[in-house]
């Protein structure tokens, strides 16, 4: 957080008047999170007393299996709101009250509001992916799209690309009854659409005029590329959802042939922005937001030592 940003959260310290809100993150080894950062920051540049918390499941004795208790509990203690990350975002939703339209539909929630002890949920993640997309690419055409990944992730974006225009989706993921359970779920939900599913995702790309990269490759702990380069000689545009590093090995290689492209960064500031909204009523500032993350990014990248 910038000096001023610091000052301004002193500042609401002091006053007793101001909103408050305690929200937070549930998932499994989420100490280096970046959402209690990003979040409290706009909370102050706003005049909210907002804390986030991080509730890790690996500090869980039971993991996964608390999470139950945990809702309640947030409940108890007036949370307004929770995100909710791996490996949760399926299996919170039968311990919910209710779930908005698009939720319902990708069968999956990274937000949760809280309000008078009903717990309802909302996916952030496909409205995040479409915010960025259509800022960084808003032209490049959309008739045959190829997505590398069928999980939480990957659902949300192809709900996301289907509600942006696409004609064609091609899938491609290692476990296939996932894929087909992706695939026939869109196929439901967008009748006028053709997805297929394949196995090898650099033919897939290689006949897509655009690619989504929805997998953990090429983040800093799994690091590579899910198709081979030269599957980028014909240009199509290529979006990622891998944020740390900023620059993935498949963006690298998308950039040196010329590709258009969007980063992991702007899927993951656009679902802070809906949750954020979510929690507080408030309109966030997003280009704020999106500035504070990459510093954020910046400051986490200098701090983590190099490879040898």
Known sequence: MS???????LDLLDRVDAPKFLVGLIGDGIQESLSPLLHEAEGAQQGLRLHYHLVDLADEPDGPAALPALLKAAARLKFRGLNITYPCKQAVIPLLDGLSEDAAAIGAVNTVVIEEGRFVGHNTDWSGFARSFEHALPDVPLERVALVGAGGAGAAVAHAIFKLGARRLTIVDADQVRAGALAQSLAKRFPNAWVEIVMN???AVREAQGLIQATPMGMAKNPGMPIEESALTHRPWVAEVVYFPIETEL?????????QVVDGGGMAVGQAIGAFELFTGREADAARMDAHFRRLLENKAKATPSAP
């Open 3 to 9: 000096e001023t940003g610091l000052s301004v959260k």
């Open 201 to 203: 995702a650099s033919e």
């Open 251 to 259: 963006l690298k290689a998308a950039r040196r042939h010329g590709c």
